[in-house]
Every structure is written in structure tokens, then in C-alpha cells.
């Protein structure tokens, strides 16, 4: 969970006063400077004690000593609940603030182009976060705080985790490209494979190279990265080796990708570990971005569902749509569609006529027709509508776009094995190629970022 950053607000004339001892707590200075019978003033030293500090400045935002301290303690914890032995102090104080300063330009670029985050929306993620984990809201709030971090620091990591998303999803993956021909081929390719398919759990260790970066840059990003696989083959871990040193998004995870299926694992990785025994490492891979070198973490059977027919059931639904906001609360919308489902079912009104008088989705112009669906196409309306008969309302149900009233109006069985088939290869091509393009993104995003470091006066 990343730390949140808690003195966004405050002005840098207030953070030097702070750094300098003149805003430290004043009733403590009170208390600690009371006079006591029989006993003679203190002597103050002149000498400032520092009580926090400016250890970063990332373009006109600061990052003070408090923030880095507090995001290591959380770190720290989380290390030791993983079993991963934790680099010296110094190497994690690195990885850490080179981490901030990433996310806070991240956050700072979604800000320039007018992206929030409202609670809102958050309320919605963390519901749904909730219910994926099988628990309540309250219950998933009791596990947070369980293990040590209290649920409005949460709330706000997760703000910060949603905004820097959306920018993501607007600076990389909208601008993936998949062509038809790679499609074609990728089919090919899987079609003409004698293995079935399997799941690769990788883990990695990045080691950046800037962006226009000179020869000199180059060789000394190659040394560290032969410095690091020295290191390896002398016995360290591998995971506490990516926590010290990679530049990659799991660095703090050890490393670790996840499974995945390996069609959606970059082609260079596979390559690199064919021949790596599970629990092995690689040598060094050179790619767009930096050194690599990678970790064979395990391999299982995957999923290898048989050529052939794929029926499914598509279902064509209407509804209507209202959100809640600060002026019409939940409550109230939940009230308003709850009477309007009953005059539907009393026929005072028809569905359609409601949708077109009420609802605050662009389909109310044509009665609320979403058109047909396929289940996962609208994932907060599958279990409602596989329960509904041809024609009738459903209960209101939540998605993130609002409240709703729901009818399926036609139901169907369709082969889409073909449609569906291509539509699986461009998501594995975008997944393969998304990583390297997000890794280009951040890379020069920091590179563009002004940052100033400030050491501390011992």
C-alpha cells in the first residue's frame, strides 16, 4: 500500500518553518518550559533542532523527512509479514523515495489533466474490493486495521491508486496498438503449439536505463546490473535483491509478477528462462527499457479449453440509470427507483417511458436499450440477470456508474467461439506489450520531472 501524502496542502514557507523547530508542537514547548518550584530554568540551546524536514522537492511539491519515515515503518512490517530479508536501511530509504517521487508525479499529471478520484467513486472500489474478497465492508476495514494501517490511510492510498490508474489507462494503454495481422498470427501460433498451456510465475529485477541515456549511463546501468547478478550467484535472495535494487512496479513485492498464462509473458522473458529450473535465475536480458534478470518462480498446468464450439447465452437488457450525489443522497435515489419499479409492475408507466423520463444514461432516448450482452460485459449486472425472467424488473443493484432498475427483454444462445477467440489474443497481445510500454511511460515521466534531493544537516 502505498503512503499517502498527508501535507499536500501545506505551503513550503510552513514546511521550512516546521523543519526548522519554530512550529513544533506548541503546547509540548509549553509544558516541557514550565517553571517548578525549587528547580532553576533549563538552558535552551540556540542550535535548532530539527523536528522534520524537506527531503525531496518533485516539481512544486514537497516530500518531507515525516512522509519517508512513516512509508518506510509500513514497508518494513510488510516485509517481515512476507518472510523477506530486508535490505539495509540506507538501500530501502533509496527504493522508497525514488518510489514516491514517481508517484507523486504520476498523481501531479493527473491532476493537470483534470482527473479526480470522489468518494463517491472510492466508496464504490472499496465495495467492490470488498465483495471480491468475500467479506463485507466493515469486515475488510477490520483486517486493515488489523494489520497496522488505519482504514483513512487506506482510503486515501486507494485515491491515490485510482488516479494514478486512470492516467496509466490514458498515457499507455490507449495508445496500444493490436493489428488484425498480429491477431492472425498469434492464433496461428497457439493453434500449431504441441504443448498444452501453462502458467509462469515470474519474478524480476529491472535495473532502468534513462531515456537518450549516453554509452557512459549505459555501462554503468550494465554494471549495476552485473553487480546484482554477482550477488545472486553468491547465494543472496533474490526477492531481498529486488526490494534493494529494481526499478521495477513489484520491486517491493520481491519481484514477483504473478502466474500468468504465457501467452501473455513477454517473448523475450520466455526465451530468457526456457531452459531455467524452476527456483533458478537468468542471466542479464537487455530490453527497450533496462537489465532484466529474471527468476523461474514456479510453472503449472493452465487452461486449455478445446477447440470447437462456445455457446453463449447473450441476453438483451434495458434499464434505468440515477446517481446518487451530494444533493440527492444514496438513500433518497435508492427510495426514487424502488417507487418507480412499482409503478412499472402496476403498469401506471412502462419501463420504457420511465427509462426515457428518468434515467441519466445516454440509452433513456431510446427506453433504456443497452442492446445485447454477454456475461462479464457488464460484470454488476451477471448474477441479477441470469435470475430474471424475460420481462421482469430486477431489484435496485449498484455499479459504479450509479443506481439502477433492470429488465431482460429477449435472451438467445450464440456460438462466439471465433469472436471470442480473437478477442482473448488481442487481451494476452495487450497484456504482453503493456508492461514494457508502462515501463517506457514511467521512465520518461521521471525523466521529465523536476527533482531536487536534499540531504539533512547532521
Excluded: C
Aim: no cysteine; charged share 30%; proline share 3%.
Amino acid at each position: 500500500m502505498r503512503q499517502l501524502l498527508h501535507m499536500k496542502q501545506r505551503t513550503l514557507v510552513t514546511l521550512l518553518a516546521v523543519s526548522t523547530g519554530l512550529l513544533a508542537n506548541p503546547g509540548a514547548w509549553a509544558q516541557t518550559t514550565q517553571l517548578k518550584p525549587t528547580t532553576t530554568l533549563p538552558v535552551v540551546s540556540n542550535k535548532p533542532r530539527p523536528v522534520n524536514s524537506i527531503i525531496a522537492v518533485v516539481n512544486d511539491e514537497i516530500i518531507t523527512r515525516q512522509e519517508l519515515d512513516e512509508r518506510i515503518s509500513v514497508v518494513e512490517k510488510r516485509l517481515k509479514a512476507q518472510g523477506t530479508p530486508l535490505p539495509s536501511r540506507e538501500e530501502l530509504q533509496k527504493q522508497l523515495l525514488e518510489r514516491m517521487i514517481l508517484d507523486r508525479a504520476q498523481l501531479q499529471l493527473a491532476k493537470e489533466n483534470g482527473m479526480r478520484a470522489d468518494d463517491l467513486m472510492l466508496d464504490r472500489t472499496l465495495q467492490r474490493m470488498a465483495e471480491q474478497n468475500k467479506m463485507s465492508l466493515q469486515e475488510m476495514r477490520n483486517q486493515i486495521e488489523r494489520e497496522g494501517t488505519p482504514f483513512a490511510r487506506f482510503r486515501e492510498e486507494m485515491r491515490d491508486d485510482i488516479m494514478m490508474q486512470r492516467i496509466r489507462d490514458r498515457e499507455v494503454d490507449s495508445k496500444i496498438i493490436i493489428t488484425e495481422t498480429e491477431i492472425d498470427n498469434f492464433l496461428a501460433a497457439e493453434a500449431s503449439a504441441k504443448a498444452g498451456k501453462q502458467e509462469i510465475n515470474l519474478a524480476h529485477i529491472l535495473v532502468r536505463i534513462p531515456e537518450n541515456a549516453s554509452a557512459e549511463q549505459i555501462t554503468l546501468r550494465r554494471n549495476r546490473a552485473e553487480e546484482v547478478l554477482e550477488k545472486l550467484r553468491g547465494g543472496a535472495d533474490f526477492a531481498k535483491m529486488a526490494v534493494t535494487y529494481s526499478d521495477s512496479a513489484e520491486a517491493l513485492k520481491g519481484g514477483e509478477i504473478g502466474w500468468r498464462e504465457q501467452e501473455r509473458i513477454p517473448q523475450l522473458f520466455l526465451d530468457a528462462v526456457a531452459q531455467v529450473k524452476t527456483g533458478e535465475f537468468s542471466g542479464i536480458i537487455r530490453s527497450a527499457n533496462g537489465f532484466h534478470i529474471l527468476k523461474l518462480v514456479g510453472k503449472r498446468a493452465g487452461n486449455d479449453p478445446k477447440a470447437g464450439t462456445e455457446i453463449v447465452q447473450q441476453n438483451r437488457v434495458r434499464h434505468i440509470l440515477m446517481k446518487p450525489s451530494q444533493i440527492v443522497p444514496e438513500a433518497e435515489v435508492r427510495q426514487k427507483l424502488t417507487e418507480l419499479k412499482r409503478k412499472i409492475a402496476a403498469k401506471e408507466i412502462s419501463f420504457e417511458d420511465a427509462a426515457k423520463n428518468y434515467s441519466a444514461d445516454s440509452t433513456a432516448a431510446k427506453g433504456g436499450d443497452i442492446g445485447w450482452i454477454n456475461p462479464g460485459d457488464v460484470a454488476a449486472f451477471d448474477e441479477v440477470i441470469v435470475k430474471l425472467a424475460i420481462g421482469q424488473v430486477s431489484d435496485v443493484i449498484q455499479s459504479q456508474f450509479g443506481l439502477h432498475l433492470i429488465e431482460v427483454t429477449e435472451r438467445k444462445s450464440e456460438d462466439q467461439s471465433k469472436d471470442r477467440k480473437r478477442m482473448a489474443a488481442r487481451e494476452a497481445l495487450r497484456e504482453r506489450k503493456s508492461d514494457e510500454a508502462l515501463q517506457d511511460w514511467l521512465r520518461e515521466l521521471r525523466d521529465r520531472t523536476y527533482v531536487e534531493l536534499r540531504t539533512e544537516e547532521k
